[in-house]
């Protein structure tokens, strides 16, 4: 293979193979040089009687930590303690699988208070992101 076989091709439209290959490229060397741990899927939702899902939080377990993904509540429901109680149950559940820490992020506008008054550290900040806001990193030990 020569220079002339290999080119740079730019794309804006988030194309799944596109984004899968890479992913796979990367799984792969990553497996083959990380030590090992499970991705353990981890979801807690807050249901009405007909299964309809009014907040709810996913993440995993992946070795010693606990990576929040998601903490949803629906705004009616804010400041009755549901966040809370999905938060608390997610770092149960973590204990019980046997991890130390926890992690997750958070636009400015969304919960960095809620965050930090569970304790939550913050391990560092994106600034102007997008634009002027911030994203906030944290993290527990459980």
């Not at 076989?5 to 290959?21: K, L, M, P, S, Y």
């Not at 939702?45 to 606990?66: I, S």
């Not at 960095?112 to 002027?132: A, I, Q, R």
């Amino acid at each position: 293979m020569t220079d002339k076989d290999i080119c740079f091709r730019i794309t804006d439209d988030g194309d799944e193979r596109d984004i899968q290959d890479i992913f796979e490229m990367l799984k792969a060397f990553n497996l083959s040089n990380r030590e090992e741990s499970k991705n353990v899927p981890l979801g807690i939702f807050y249901e009405d009687a007909q299964g309809k899902k009014l907040a709810g939080l996913t993440g995993e377990t992946f070795g010693n930590w606990l990576c929040i993904h998601y903490l949803f509540v629906e705004e009616h429901m804010r400041k009755e303690g549901v966040g809370s109680k999905l938060l608390l149950a997610a770092e149960e559940e973590a204990r019980n699988r046997g991890c130390k820490y926890a992690f997750v992020d958070t636009f400015s506008f969304q919960a960095p208070d809620f965050y930090t008054k569970h304790g939550y550290n913050e391990v560092f900040t994106l600034n102007d992101y997008p634009y002027t806001g911030k994203r906030f990193y944290y993290t527990k030990e459980l």
